[in-house]
C-alpha cells in the first residue's frame, strides 16, 4: 500500500481500508500467525517457544525486548551466519481523494541516498530509504500520474548530497510550471534544501539561462541526467527565477518559484512539528501542509486519514496488516520505562484494546525478525477509525537531560521551548529556526544550554539588534514550562543552575546536520538531536556561538 497514493486516489485503497479497519482484531491475530509459521524454526523463537507456532505461547513466553538485546543477533548476520537466527527468510540487507488534478504535474520531491557499507560476509548495511530508492519497487514504479517526479532516479541515487541537492533542485526550477506538489521526507530536509536554494540560486540561473551544468559539479551520471533538462539555452525562465529570488523578502517564495504547486508533504509531527513556522513563512501560509504517513525502519505503521488537517492535529490510523502491534501503557502520564528494565509480559495491550486519551509506547513483531520490539515511540491515542485506533505522535522515549534529580524528556523540552519561542516572536522581528540542548556540567552546579539559531524576519531591511532582555524572558519561560522536579532542584535544593541560551550563527545546524551525515546519518532520516552529549558535535556548535543569556530569575516552585 503506497503511503503517497493513500488517500489522494482510488476507491480500492478506501474500500481495502475499510475492510482493514473493521476487522483489525482478526487482521492482527492473522498477520501474527504468518509471522510464527514463517519464523517459529529460528532460533531467537525458539529459544523461549521450543519450536512451537502457537498465538498463546508466544504470548506468555516470548520478552518484550529493546535493540540491545536484539543487537548481537544482528551482528552475528552480518558476520555471515546464517538468517535462520532471526528470521524464516534470507537477509539480504540490513536496514487522492482530497486534491484534485494531482495528476496533471509532477512532484519535486527531495529525496536522497547515502553511501552503503558492506559486513565482512558481503551484505549491504543501508538506511531503509536508501535500501527503498534502490529497490525494484522504486526504480521499476509504474509510472502512472501521481508518482512522476521532477528529479531523475540517477540523481536521486547520487551518494554525493550536495551534488545531488543542487541537481534536483535545478530539475524542479527548470519544470517550475509544472510542479504541483513539493515535499521531502522530514521537514527539515525540504527546509535544509531551501536554504541551499537561497546559497545557490545565482548558479542555478546562470545554468538555466545558458543551458550548461557547471563544473561544480562533478559526479558523471548526475551530469548526464541533467543534460535533457539543460538541452537549450533557457533564458526567459532564468529571468523569472532570477526576479523572484532577488525581490527581497522570501516570505512565500515557494508559490512564486512554483505558482502550481497545491501541498508540501513531509514529517511535521513530533519535534519536526518546530518546522511549521518556516514552512509557512516560505509559503506564506497559502500552501496545504501535509503529513501522510507514520513508519520507521522496522516497519510501516499507519496513515493519516486526514491529510489536510492542520498539522497539530495529526493523528494516525493504525494499518492492522502491517506488523503485529501491542503496546506498553504508561500510567503515570508520560512516565517511561527504562531501557533495561523488564516488561511484564501480561501488562502489554493488544491494539484493539488500547484507551482513547492514554499513553503508550509502541512495541512491534515483524516478518523480518523483530518479536516484541520496543520501538521507542510513545504515542497517545486520540481515538477509532472503525475498530482500529489512531494515535498521535509524542515523543521517541528517553531523550534527556538530566543533572541531578530531575529528567527532562523530549515532549517537556519541545513544550518549554515552544513557549519560550512565542515570546521571542511576539514582536515580529525573529524567528526561531532551530535548537538543541546540553547539559554543561563545567559550572558548579550544572545547567541546561539551549541552542538557538534565529533569523531576521527583515532580513531585507538588514540585522535586527538582539535585545538581552528578550532573550533572558525565554529563558525563563523555558525554565518555568519544565516539570515540578526540575524546579524544585533549582529554585530550592539549588543542584541545577540557570538555563542558558546560546545563540549560534546562521548556518550553525546545517553545519551540524553535514557533519552528523558525514559521520554515518542519513539525510533522508536526519532529524536534529535534541540533545548533544559530547564530541564533535557540541564542539562544533560552541564554535558557532555568537552570544549567550541566561534566566535572570528562579523559576516558581512551591513545596
Known amino acids: 500500500m503506497d503511503g503517497h497514493k493513500l488517500g489522494y486516489k482510488g476507491n480500492d485503497v478506501l474500500q481495502e481500508l475499510e475492510i482493514l479497519t473493521m476487522n483489525a482484531k482478526a487482521a492482527q491475530e492473522r498477520i501474527l500467525r504468518k509471522i510464527l509459521e514463517k519464523n517459529h524454526a529460528t532460533e531467537y523463537l525458539n529459544k523461549f517457544?521450543?519450536?512451537?507456532?502457537?498465538?498463546?505461547?508466544?504470548?506468555?513466553?516470548?520478552?518484550?525486548?529493546?535493540?540491545?538485546?536484539?543487537?548481537?543477533?544482528?551482528?552475528?548476520?552480518?558476520?555471515?551466519?546464517?538468517?535462520s537466527i532471526l528470521c524464516g527468510e534470507q537477509i539480504v540487507e540490513l536496514l487522492r481523494r482530497y486534491i484534485r488534478d494531482l495528476g496533471e504535474g509532477k512532484g519535486m520531491y527531495l529525496l536522497f541516498v547515502k553511501a552503503e557499507t558492506l559486513t565482512n560476509a558481503g551484505i549491504p548495511v543501508r538506511s531503509v530509504l536508501t535500501s527503498y530508492y534502490k529497490s525494484p519497487h522504486f526504480l521499476h514504479r509504474k509510472h502512472d500520474l501521481y508518482n512522476r517526479y521532477t528529479s531523475p532516479d540517477e540523481v536521486i541515487l547520487c551518494p554525493d548530497i550536495p551534488q545531488s541537492m543542487y541537481c534536483q533542485i535545478l530539475c524542479g526550477?527548470?519544470?517550475?510550471?509544472?510542479?504541483?506538489?513539493?515535499?521531502?521526507?522530514?521537514?527539515?530536509?525540504?527546509?535544509?534544501?531551501?536554504s541551499f536554494l537561497q546559497k545557490h540560486w545565482r548558479d542555478l540561473v546562470n545554468d538555466i539561462r545558458i543551458g550548461q551544468l557547471n563544473s561544480n559539479i562533478t559526479n558523471s551520471t548526475c551530469r548526464v541526467a541533467i543534460q535533457s533538462f539543460l538541452a537549450l539555452p533557457n533564458p526567459e525562465i532564468a529571468d523569472e527565477i532570477e526576479a523572484i529570488c532577488s525581490s527581497g523578502s522570501w516570505k512565500g517564495i515557494l508559490g512564486r518559484l512554483w505558482p502550481n504547486v497545491k501541498y508540501i508533504e513531509a514529517v511535521l509531527t513530533g519535534t519536526m512539528a518546530q518546522y511549521i513556522p518556516m514552512l509557512e513563512f516560505y509559503s506564506d501560509g497559502r500552501i496545504p501542509l501535509v503529513c501522510t504517513m507514520y513508519a520507521s525502519s522496522e516497519s510501516y505503521f499507519g496513515v493519516n486519514l486526514r491529510p489536510l488537517c492542520n498539522p497539530k492535529d495529526v493523528s494516525y490510523t493504525i494499518l492492522p496488516n502491517m506488523a503485529y502491534f501491542e503496546f506498553i501503557p504508561l500510567e503515570d502520564g508520560?512516565?517511561?520505562?527504562?531501557?533495561?528494565?523488564?516488561?511484564?509480559?501480561?501488562?502489554?495491550?493488544?491494539?484493539?484494546?488500547?484507551?482513547?486519551?492514554?499513553?503508550?509506547?509502541?512495541?512491534?513483531?515483524?516478518?523480518?525478525?523483530?518479536?516484541?520490539?520496543?520501538?521507542?515511540?510513545?504515542?497517545?491515542?486520540?481515538?477509532?477509525?472503525?475498530?482500529?485506533?489512531?494515535?498521535?505522535?509524542?515523543?521517541?522515549?528517553?531523550?534527556?537531560?538530566?543533572?541531578?534529580?530531575?529528567?527532562?524528556?523530549?515532549?517537556?523540552?519541545?513544550?518549554?521551548?515552544?513557549?519560550?519561542?512565542?515570546?521571542?516572536e511576539s514582536r515580529n522581528q525573529h524567528l526561531l529556526l532551530e535548537y538543541t540542548s546540553c547539559t554543561d556540567t563545567s559550572t558548579v552546579p550544572g545547567h541546561y544550554v539551549l541552542f538557538w539559531e534565529i533569523k531576521s524576519t527583515h532580513e531585507h531591511e538588514g540585522a535586527t539588534p538582539l535585545d538581552a532582555r528578550l532573550l533572558e524572558s525565554c529563558c525563563a519561560a523555558v525554565e518555568e514550562s519544565l516539570d515540578y522536579v526540575y524546579r524544585r532542584c533549582r529554585a530550592h535544593d539549588r543542584t541545577v543552575g540557570p538555563l542558558e541560551i546560546r545563540l549560534v550563527e546562521a548556518g550553525a545546524f546545517d553545519a551540524l546536520m553535514d557533519l552528523l551525515v558525514s559521520h554515518g546519518s542519513s539525510i533522508n532520516q536526519y532529524k536534529t538531536p535534541r540533545c548533544i552529549e559530547s564530541g564533535p558535535a557540541l564542539k562544533l556548535l560552541n564554535s558557532k556561538v555568537v552570544a549567550s543569556f541566561s534566566s535572570p530569575r528562579d523559576p516558581e516552585w512551591t513545596v
Open 334 to 424: 508520560l512516565k517511561l520505562t527504562e531501557d533495561n528494565e523488564v516488561v511484564e509480559k501480561d501488562k502489554l495491550v493488544s491494539l484493539v484494546d488500547v484507551k482513547v486519551g492514554c499513553y503508550y509506547e509502541l512495541v512491534v513483531t515483524t516478518f523480518a525478525g523483530l518479536y516484541r520490539y520496543r520501538v521507542g515511540d510513545v504515542l497517545q491515542v486520540t481515538g477509532f477509525y472503525n475498530r482500529a485506533p489512531q494515535f498521535k505522535f509524542i515523543c521517541r522515549r528517553n531523550v534527556v537531560l538530566s543533572i541531578d534529580s530531575d529528567k527532562t524528556n523530549e515532549e517537556d523540552l519541545h513544550n518549554s521551548v515552544t513557549r519560550a519561542k512565542k515570546i521571542l
Open 49 to 83: 517457544m521450543n519450536g512451537s507456532a502457537d498465538i498463546s505461547a508466544f504470548k506468555s513466553q516470548v520478552p518484550v525486548v529493546t535493540y540491545d538485546v536484539v543487537q548481537p543477533y544482528i551482528a552475528r548476520i552480518a558476520a555471515g551466519e546464517q538468517s
Open 173 to 194: 526550477l527548470v519544470e517550475r510550471q509544472h510542479v504541483v506538489r513539493l515535499g521531502a521526507v522530514f521537514a527539515s530536509a525540504f527546509l535544509r534544501s531551501i
